[in-house]
Every structure is written in structure tokens, then in C-alpha cells.
């Protein structure tokens, strides 16, 4: 049920929008890209907005943008190495277009999915309004101060100079879309649709469209008519309701259609099917105004013994919290990059995405709702009390009810969202404030939305919590205690239970530390970290911080209780900032089953033998030891009754898993050759795999995730640099460090290697492997053609790939 981005000629330049002829006055609804050609300067700028400033000697870019990304990592920034010892600042944007003569009469809007944070806007000198919260979306109206046919500038400051102001890696400046609107005077509201799906069963069900409109013509007869539609194309019913227009000019109308299909196709995490809602509003004969909403059918339960169903069916949420920064690529939004995100944690089986701790960039609720992932959709991080000096506490109290309403109206249409949640790790668990305040924000979802239940993520869930005592939320949330899992309804009898954090373990990939079957838990004092050479924590899942578990650890306990509806794991991927459990020179995460480049750590097959039905064997760590050194073998692995392992040829053992083990393990005296593994079912083989010793680094390998892009200006290839011998083994120690050059259609967008501690920059042309591999993300430009990406490296023989945009 989400609201669609209602995009008609996305791809259109705004010359489309100057060009203003008679088509423009026919339309309805006109909205357009308006990402490109902004100017932009990073620092204070005095009188920014006066529309005659001479920015012509500023940066030209286009959106979104973070200007954070592209800055030096130092421990003295004053985000700290918590916020991802990256720069802040001020930053100006600009932007100069024209509405044609043809709009006179229609309004005008522009709107911001997201800008961090503290924006001003003007046009034309005029100021639209402030907006302090850096993740939710808003909309200024243009109309009363437009030149018509003649030249308008935009100004935008955004100040992000006041630090520490959160608690992980935020970014810097417009870093998500930008949208221009026209529509006519009478025209469905901004996010002006509410779908509810009722008596839904296989055989029918009722999809209601409560449609909010305004209107500023004189009194007139209006028909709202909503159509719905199959994802190919095909139409399945339709309802309608005429409305008489008050004569109070902007005045706002509601009417609700009702229409029942017939054995609907469910939308579920296995089969997210979309159906599709063009409501149109006629006068007379004359369409005013048209607009589409993504539906999706279906119907789920939280129950206090059963668990989480959907669609009748039970089942577990499991699911992960990411942040929204896409590593390299920073805070800037990319759909792609999201949607490599989301395809490998679909690959690994799961199910579920948290948006810790913030509202979520539209184009993630987008694609959730097209690759089926159930969605708990989170507002603040912090209510009254700060968590970092300077963050949205010193708002909350002002706009905390606008950014709330703003986020459930924007939000919820979608068939993704399953939860809504109103804080994360509030400090008022433990303060009388929680009975005002829990109540209050759960009155206001409540008034915009009834079909999700409510909850908060709570660290100290025990029966004094104040939030829980309050009775405003729906669903009790549990930030790690793992261990009280079991005894929920000792404490809370009859409650409904949901894992909102989870686990915590830590993880470099590709490095290992012998004894593996021993838990190492990083002392609490931050000063006194689990230190290793390179801050460096054992990829082995036996490491976790004080309040959290490892993965193996939580899993066995989730798996086994119905009543425990599911989980949302601490972290899906590696982030920017909080570096536990280390300081400075650690500048990013340890907590994510993938790393920031987006390379599987070796936990990520355990979930993918647990969480999925596709046959999986993964062995580790590499086979590249000191002669003699006693190291120790782990393989995940499924469908299979066993797992031999051969050293050189010769079985060293068959291991099974049992009672509630996850893995096996053999502990041997490393010596180069081959490990070969083999699982076995009923005797049969399933899957057999190799490591191999592997020798001196020889030559660079390019592999791209997509060798075809969109000649649009956005889209990505992601490239997987290999360091490998001379008989094409990667190299696990190697470092080398990568030189890249690109030719033809395309530019390089970032490199990384997922290093927690890498310094250089990743807008750079040059990277270090690390554990042998590196990455380099290629992003399109807007002509079609080859893109050519060349990587050398001294000593090595250089390897070079074509990719095509078209």
C-alpha cells in the first residue's frame, strides 16, 4: 500500500517543465526530478539566499549529495569517531529554473525527501520555512512567490556545524531526492491517499481508499473515482463517490472508496504482489486531478503465545537494523545501492529490515515492498533527554507531533511496514515522563494509523519500564537480554513479544584468533578495548560486547519458541561510525554480518543454512598458516546428515551436527595443500568445497555485480577487486594497494575495501586490499557507451573490464 513517487516523465529534463506549452496546461499533476544542476559551496555564505548572489563560481552537482563523505577521517572532527570522525559544517545549495507562463493558476510545490539537517529554504528571497529534524520529508508551497515564465532561484542552508549531534554516521547536506510538483488549485493533498485492506481471505477482499483533497475553486460538483489494477496492467474493479466542494477556498475534503476484489493474489515476503490505485477527481468532465498508490493486499497478527503470522500463516520476522549510510557512497541515496543491500540479505534469508533510528529514505520502503520484506518503521532515536550533545532532544518538544505525522502519512501505504515504532533506547524508561509522552506519540500514530501495532526498543525491559507501564505500545520490544527470552511471560503475562535489537556480535571479516570455541566478551571500560593488532576482532562469532550475544547464541534461543515473533539483528551491514569496541584509528563498525564494501563475513552463511532451503556448506577461515599451527576448521552447512573434511587427500574426519548445534569444527595442525569439504545426505553428496593454500600475489581480478547500467546518471555497477596468485586463488593476507583509472560513460563513485580502519578517502582512484579484496562502485553517466575500468597494481599483472550503459 505505498504511496508511488507519482512520476510522470521521471526521466524528463526541467527544460521539459521550461518548455511550458499547452501540454504542460493539460496535465493534472506534473511531478519532476529536480536533482540536477544545483550550485553548491561548503561554508557560511552571508545572505545566501538573495536571489541576485553570483554563484556562478560555485561547485556544480547534482542530488542527493553528502558533503560529509567526501571529507578527511580524523579523530578531531568534532562528530568524534561515534559519528564517523568525518567533517560537518555549513553548506549552501542553489539552484536557478523556470516555471512556465502556462502554470499561472496551478500550485507549485517543492519537496525534500531528506536533508541533514537544519534546512532554511528560500525562493526568490522569500524564506519557506525551517525544518531541524535531517530525516524527515517535506514540501514547501512555491506559488505565491514564482516569477512565472521568468527566473526563480532556490536557496537551501543546511547546518550541520553543531557536533556531536548523532550517535552514528549521519552525513552532511541534501542527501536525498528533490521533487518538483504542479497541480491543479483542486488536487488530492501531499501523501493524500490512505489504503486499508479489510476481510481479506484468498477469496476476496475490500481495499478502501480514503482520499484527502483540497479545494480552491468556487462551489462546484466533485467525483473521486478509484481504479484499481493487477500488476500487468489489467483492470479488477473500481468505486466512486461525488462530493460537493465547499466555497471555503484550500478548504480540505475527505471521501473514501470501497472496492472488493475478487480472489486476490497476498502479498507476502515469498511473493510481494502489488496491485496498483489511479484515483482520479473530475469536474464535470475535466480531470483535475490523477494519482496513484501501490496496494498490497494481506493481513498479519502478533499473538501472545503463537508468535508473528502473515496471511494466516506463522512464521518468524527475521530481520535486521541497518543504518542509512551506504558505505562509501556515504549518507547520499542511491536506489541500486539499496537494492544491493536488500538482494544479498534476501540471498542470506532474510525477511525483515529495521530503520534504526530514523524515518528511511522512500526509496527503501519502495523496494521493500517490491522484494518482500516486512518493515518496522522507526521515528526518534531520542524524545526529551539527549543521547549526543547537541541532537533532536533540543527539538523534540516543538516538532516532535509534525515530524510524527509527517513520517505515518508518507509511510503508511505501505503493504512492507508491519510495526511502527516511536523510540529507540529511550532514556525515560526509567522516568515518570514515559506516562505523558509514550501515550501522546502512540495517540498520534493511532489517529493516522490503527492497522500496525506500536512499540518501542527497549534496553532495559524489565517490569519498572516506565514506556511499558504506560500501556501505550502493542508490542513489548526487547533490546538484547537474550537470555529472558524464555521467561517473557513470567514477566509480562498475556504480552506480545517482539526482539527489536539483537546480538551485537563482532566481526572483521577474514581475520581469525585461535581457540575458536571459547566466548570473548571486550571489557566495559572504553579505554581498555579487546585490542588486536589493527583493531582487528576474530571472525569466528565468539566475540560480543557486554549487553549482546553472538549470533549463534541468540539464534538458538529465537528458533525455539513460537511465542517469540521474531528478531531484528544488530547489524545487517557494517556502518559509518561507532566503532565498537574500539576507538580511534577504528572509524566504522564490527557489528554487521556483511562489511561496509559489501563482502560476506562467514557468519552470513550460518543464517543462510538456517533461514533458507538452498543447500549451503561454507568452510573457514583460509589456508594460509605458520607450518604447524594448530587451526581450527568451521563449516556451516544444511540439508545434509554430515560433513567429512580431507587435508591433501586424506579424511581427517566426519562431523554432524547435534542437539542445537549450528556449526562443526576440526582442529588441525595446518599444513599447505588442500582442505576439502563434503556434505553428505543418506550417504549422497550435496555439496563439496575447497581452499586452497594460496601463494604470492600475481595478478588483479575484476568482477562486476552488473555488467549493463541505466545511462541515467545514477546507476551502479559494483566491481569486486581480487588480489590472486598465480593459480587464481585470492590471496587472504594480501594488501596491495589497487590503482584505477576509467574511461568512456562513466566515473568512479567510491572505492572501499571494508577495513574499519582505512583512512584514505573513498573518492579516491586507488584502494588497499584488504584480506584481498577491494571494491570499486562505477556510476553511469546520461550518454550511452562503454565504460572501460582499468586496476594495476606493482608488481602484479593488471586486469581491465568493459561495462556497457545504455
Known amino acids: 500500500m505505498s504511496i508511488s513517487r507519482n512520476i510522470r516523465g521521471k526521466a524528463l529534463l526541467l527544460m521539459t517543465l521550461m518548455a511550458g506549452g499547452q501540454a504542460f496546461a493539460q496535465q493534472p499533476r506534473q511531478k519532476l526530478d529536480f536533482d540536477k544542476n544545483w550550485h553548491f559551496n561548503l561554508g557560511a555564505v552571508e545572505h545566501g539566499e538573495t536571489p541576485s548572489l553570483d554563484d556562478s563560481k560555485w561547485r556544480t552537482l547534482s542530488l542527493p549529495h553528502d558533503w560529509s563523505i567526501e571529507g578527511k577521517f580524523s579523530k578531531d572532527n568534532p562528530a568524534t569517531p561515534e559519528g564517523g570522525a568525518l567533517p560537518g559544517g555549513i553548506g549552501w545549495y542553489r539552484k536557478t529554473f523556470t516555471v512556465p507562463a502556462a502554470a499561472k493558476g496551478k500550485l507549485v510545490y517543492i519537496d525534500f525527501d531528506g536533508v541533514y539537517q537544519k534546512s532554511d529554504v528560500w525562493v526568490n528571497g522569500h524564506h519557506l520555512g525551517f525544518r531541524p529534524n535531517g530525516y524527515i520529508s517535506f514540501r514547501y508551497e512555491l506559488t505565491p512567490y514564482l516569477n512565472f515564465g521568468g527566473k526563480n532561484t532556490i536557496a537551501v542552508k543546511v547546518d550541520n556545524s553543531v557536533q556531536p549531534n548523532s550517535r552514528w554516521y549521519s552525513g552532511s547536506g541534501i542527501y536525498r531526492h528533490v521533487w518538483l510538483e504542479t497541480t491543479n488549485k483542486t488536487a488530492i493533498d501531499e501523501w493524500g491517499t490512505y489504503v486499508t485492506t479489510t476481510d481479506v481471505s484468498t477469496s476476496s477482499a475490500k481495499v478502501n481508499v480514503q482520499v484527502q483533497l483540497h479545494n480552491d475553486k468556487a462551489a462546484s460538483q466533485l467525483t473521486v473515482t478509484t481504479k484499481l489494477y493487477d500488476a500487468a496492467g489489467k483492470f479488477i474493479a473500481a468505486a466512486g463517490e461525488a462530493t460537493s466542494a465547499k466555497q471555503n477556498g484550500a478548504e480540505s475534503l475527505t471521501v473514501t472508496n470501497t472496492l472488493t476484489v475478487k480472489n486476490p493474489v497476498l502479498w507476502s515476503v515469498d511473493k510481494p504482489y502489488l496491485y496498483k490505485a489511479v484515483t482520479q477527481v473530475t469536474q464535470g468532465k475535466t480531470i483535475v486531478d490523477e494519482y496513484t498508490t501501490t496496494v498490497g493486499i494481506r493481513y498479519f497478527d502478533f499473538d501472545a503465545d503463537k508468535g508473528f503470522s502473515l496471511n494466516g500463516k506463522p512464521m518468524k520476522i527475521l530481520g535486521v ?194 581457540p575458536s570455541d571459547s566466548i570473548r566478551v571486550w571489557p566495559t571500560s572504553w579505554d581498555k578495548p579487546f585490542v588486536r593488532e589493527g583493531n582487528n576482532v576474530s571472525a569466528y562469532d565468539n566475540t560480543r560486547p557486554p549487553w549482546g550475544s553472538t549470533h549463534e547464541m541468540t539464534w538458538k534461543i529465537m528458533k525455539k519458541y513460537d511465542f517469540l515473533s521474531g528478531m531484528f539483528i544488530w547489524t545487517g551491514f557494517d556502518y559509518l561510525g561507532e566503532p565498537t569496541p574500539y576507538s580511534w584509528p577504528s572509524r566504522s563498525s564490527y557489528f554487521g554480518i556483511i562489511d561496509l564494501a559489501g563482502f560476506p563475513k562467514d557468519v552470513y552463511y550460518m543464517y543462510q543454512s538456517e533461514w533458507t532451503k538452498k543447500d549451503v556448506l561454507h568452510i573457514f577461515p583460509h589456508w594460509n598458516w605458520e607450518p604447524g599451527k594448530m587451526i581450527d576448521i568451521w563449516a556451516y552447512y544444511n540439508n545434509a546428515d554430515e560433513v567429512e573434511l580431507y587435508l591433501n587427500g586424506k579424511s581427517v574426519g566426519i562431523k554432524k551436527k547435534t542437539g542445537d548445534d549450528l556449526h562443526v569444527m576440526w582442529r588441525l595442525k595446518f599444513e599447505p595443500g588442500t582442505l576439502k569439504a563434503v556434505s553428505r545426505k543418506n550417504g549422497k553428496v550435496v555439496l563439496t568445497r575447497e581452499i586452497r593454500t594460496a601463494g604470492a600475489p600475481a595478478k588483479v581480478e575484476l568482477i562486476a555485480d552488473r555488467s549493463l547500467i541505466k545511462a541515467d546518471g545514477k546507476d551502479l555497477s559494483f566491481v569486486t577487486v581480487k588480489i590472486l596468485d598465480k593459480d587464481g586463488n585470492i590471496v587472504p593476507d594480501a594488501d596491495n594497494k589497487v590503482n584505477f583509472k576509467i574511461t568512456g560513460e562513466g566515473f568512479i563513485a567510491g572505492v572501499d575495501n571494508g577495513d574499519p580502519v582505512n583512512h584514505d578517502s573513498f573518492k579516491v582512484n586507488y584502494r588497499k586490499a584488504f584480506h584481498g579484496l577491494a571494491l570499486a562502485i562505477v556510476q553511469a553517466k546520461e550518454k550511452a557507451g562503454n565504460i572501460t575500468l582499468s586496476a594495476t597494481a606493482d608488481g602484479l599483472t593488471g586486469s581491465t573490464l568493459v561495462l556497457k550503459s545504455k
Not at 533540543?394 to 502519512?409: S, V, Y
Not at 502512540?442 to 493516522?448: D, E, Q
Open 321 to 514: 537494523c541497518n543504518h542509512h549510510d551506504l558505505g562509501s557512497l556515504g549518507s547520499a541515496v542511491n536506489t541500486r545501492a539499496l537494492e544491493r543491500q536488500l538482494q544479498m540479505l534476501k540471498a542470506m534469508g532474510c525477511n525483515g529490515i529495521r530503520t534504526s533510528h530514523n524515518p528511511p529514505a522512500p526509496e527503501l520502503l519502495d523496494l521493500c515492498d517490491k522484494m518482500g520484506f516486512i518493515v518496522m518503521d522507526e521515528a526518534f532515536d531520542c524524545w526529551e533527554w539527549k543521547k549526543a550533545t547537541y541532537d533532536y532532544h533540543l527539538f523534540f518538544k516543538e516538532w516532535h507531533k509534525r515530524d510524527l505525522e509527517d513520517q505515518i502519512k508518507r509511510d503508511r501505504n505501505h503493504p512492507s511496514i508491519m510495526i511502527w515504532s516511536v523510540g529507540n533506547e529511550i532514556p525515560q524508561q526509567a522516568d515518570t515522563s514515559a506516562y505523558r509522552i509514550a501515550p501522546e506519540l502512540a495517540a498520534i500514530v493511532h489517529s493516522l494509523d490503527k492497522t500496525r501495532p506500536i512499540t518501542t526498543a527497549n534496553d532495559r525491559p524489565d517490569t519498572s519500564n516506565k514506556i511499558v507501564k504506560s500501556g501505550a505500545i502493542d508490542l513489548i520490544g526487547y533490546n538484547y537480554h537474550e537470555r529472558d527470552y524464555p521467561t517473557f511471560h513470567n514477566r509480562y503475562p498475556g504480552k506480545k513479544f517482539i526482539a527489536t535489537e539483537t546480538t551485537s556480535g563482532l566481526e572483521t571479516r577474514g581475520y581469525y584468533e585461535m
